[in-house]
């Protein structure tokens, strides 16, 4: 099976780790990325200042000459391969049309969609997903990310759509038995580990309440410098931006306890280190969901909270008990590889999918 995978192209974790995971069950799996278009956005400089300044408003305004050629250069590039299959990542920037003319091309052609943030969250600025949720029609299936977006993607014109959650790649998360001592221990042993974004959703006031009470906590990700000035005991346990490649699994393996935030901004009942944690063999602890609770048994392969006070509790309780903590990690590991949330398995559905809408079983 030839497939034409689209988008950023930029974290392994999104079109790069599908795309391994796609040749792995046995397709063709052909590349167009768009991040190129905008490799001149950051460069600086007096020369290239105005050449910034353009490329950064047409990608806010998903408006401008770069899209255009971007879906020019797209409909040329299905013509080429000629794919049985197009898949496109978080279509930001593919319009209607364009999804039409590559159907006109070969009707034989399946395209699929799938956007891991929340087109239809009022919390965004509309004008980001406008081109998106105008082409929604255009797509033979749609895979929706979270539970809510099913009927949003329906009532947007979506002809068939299916809950595709996100993975983690095994490869890349697994646990590690002992960190050296000297060196990744030393760098990232804590009691409570959170890797992820800021949002102004009391994430920050939840963790500095933590960090008051004393317990070892480590902070890592993007957003977070810009207001951890806020938060005099959170300056203290920041880390930084996210780890890379081996770093983040050692991270995320040095904590005792691993805390999962559901993102506000995409209105989020999971998220991908909900699967990552478990995968390390590290203890989940996330915001509260009844598609957690589904995913993990409370108390027994994780648990959760509510508010801070709860959150904080449970921290103290469960890093009072080793053999239980461990325990808990273990049931969540296992639970984590058995229902197989990894990459490869989600590809395995992706096929399965298509085989059935191709079939007219869906």
Known sequence: MRILLAGEWRARIHEKGLSE?????????????????????????????????????????????????????????????????????????????????????????????????????????????RRHVRSIAGYDMVFAYRPENIAQYKNAGARRVSILPPWYLPEEVFPIQDLPANGDKKKYACDVAFIGHYEPDGRAEILEYVARAGVSLKLCGPEWKKYITRYPCLQKCFCGEIPRDTEYNKAINGAKIGLCFFSKLNRDVYTRRCFEIPAAGTFLLSENSREMREFFRPGIEADYFANRQELLDKILFYLSDDVLRQKVALAGLRRVRQDGHDVYSRAQYIMQSINGFKSGKL
């Open 21 to 129: 995971a796609l040749r792995r069950a046995g397709c063709e799996v052909y590349e167009f990325a768009w991040h190129k278009y905008f490799c001149g956005m950051g460069v600086g400089g007096n020369i290239n200042h105005l050449k910034d300044v353009f490329l950064r408003a047409q990608a806010k305004l998903v408006y401008g000459p770069v899209i255009h050629k971007i879906n020019a250069d797209f409909i040329k590039t299905a013509a080429e391969v000629m794919p049985d299959v197009v898949f496109i990542y978080r279509g930001i920037l593919i319009g209607l049309e364009t999804l039409q003319k590559v159907k006109a091309r070969a009707k034989s052609t399946v395209i699929l969609g799938y956007n891991n943030d929340n087109p239809f969250s009022p919390a965004y600025n509309s004008l980001m997903w």
